[in-house]
């Protein structure tokens, strides 16, 4: 099978054999079989977050977005604060308008570090304040955002704490537990490396069943329905994305094989050298200061003669790999290094970043 590489933060390149995984004979979703399938995954990817019997995991079938969403509507009952740093925590900040829920929004500049320091101050103002979301990796531009210090920050006040982990789970060291998290998202087709469609929250199994009786502001989309359905049944509520759950199996298994610290490592190998060979092209990353995950880099476009980023997204897209676009007001562009690649793949990469600027003369 012809291997494309997703230098992106997802969806991402995955093996021959998560793809493979989702050929199967056809299968009722109501079925024990699948609903044992459905146990081994949500149980898995608790022990991944590394969380205990106090834990559960809620799977959803749409997208990373889905499970924001899911997590916002079924949570929060009450004042909210929302830390934004990119487009990631804007969203959370569009989603609490679209509900309607009382939020407070603790804006800072994509190249400002997020201040622990106001967190707690906006605690201390407003005692209302009852629940804190974070985003712990941001890929609007590849800094990570300082969780274990925000959690230790929302139990001192009291507050539940919930982290969008869609774009780290999986490929940086995480800690449920040690962190204070009461609820995290995530998605099957980025550090995980398996396919797009499903998302899940894994949430202490004490704060998801104090939302029994919240407001259901979504049919579709409550945690706690899920959960009760899921607790009684062993099946979701509606159909579930078959295929994508199959694959989602194969790529756990994938990671329970390589190793978590494995991974860690191959992506960190991955990162070091794509950043080394784009700064030996030319190409300055925006971050020298600020901490960044090792998942993601972003990199200002260059000032050179002939330069166009569609043309180079273009050439390099004939050439086997995808890159993506900045998502802030400067020029940039981002590269991701997760996924099924190793460090060949980034020196192929490399390569053939060469070969196009010549191609485009762009000096």
């Keep these: 099978m012809k291997k494309n590489i997703l230098l992106t933060p997802g969806p991402i390149t995955t093996t021959d054999s998560v793809k493979m995984a989702q050929v199967f004979p056809d299968i009722c979703p109501r ?12 149980k898995s990817l ?30 929060v009952n009450g004042k909210v604060l929302i830390v934004n740093n990119g487009a990631y925590g804007k969203r959370f900040v569009e989603i609490a308008k679209a509900y309607s829920l009382n939020f407070k929004e603790l804006f800072f500049e994509w190249d400002e570090e997020v201040s622990i320091e106001k967190i707690e101050s906006e605690l201390k ?21 300082p969780v274990e210090e925000t959690g230790n920050i929302a139990k001192k006040y009291g507050c539940v704490f919930i982290v969008d982990s869609i774009s780290s789970f999986a490929g940086i060291p ?38 029994k009786n919240y407001p259901k502001r979504s049919f579709y989309l409550n945690l706690y329905s899920e959960y009760e359905y899921f607790k009684n049944n062993n099946q979701t509520r509606f159909t579930a994305p078959v295929q994508t759950i199959y694959a989602l199996k194969k790529a ?22 794509l950043v080394k060979g784009m700064e030996k092209l030319g190409f300055k990353k925006i971050f020298n200061n600020l901490k960044e995950s090792g998942l993601l880099t972003t990199f200002f476009e260059p000032e050179y003669k002939n330069y166009s980023f569609d043309k180079m997204h273009d050439l390099l897209y004939q050439k086997g790999f995808t890159i993506y676009p900045g998502k802030i ?13 190793n460090s060949t793949d980034i020196r192929n990469f490399l390569n053939a970043m060469e070969e196009v600027l010549k191609e485009m003369n762009a000096k």
């Design 46 to 75: 608790v022990k991944i977050a590394g969380g205990d019997e106090n834990y559960v995991c809620v799977l959803l079938g749409g997208s990373g977005t889905a499970g924001m969403d899911a997590m916002l509507n079924s949570v």
């Design 329 to 341: 007001k400067e020029k940039t562009f981002r590269l991701g290094n997760i996924g099924a690649i």
């Design 174 to 211: 995480f800690d449920i537990k040690k962190y204070n998290i009461d609820f995290t998202v995530s998605s099957s087709n980025k550090c995980i490396q398996g396919l797009p469609a499903l998302s899940f929250v894994i949430c202490k199994k004490e704060e998801l069943e104090k939302t």
């Design 125 to 145: 103002k407003d005692k209302e304040i009852r629940y804190i979301i974070i985003v712990h990796h941001e890929t609007t531009t590849g800094i990570l955002n």
């Design 252 to 273: 756990i298994e994938e990671l329970f094989s390589e190793g978590a610290e494995n991974r860690h490592k191959r992506y960190k190998e991955n990162n070091e050298i």
């Design 31 to 42: 079925e024990k079989e699948f609903g044992d399938i459905l146990e081994y995954v949500s």
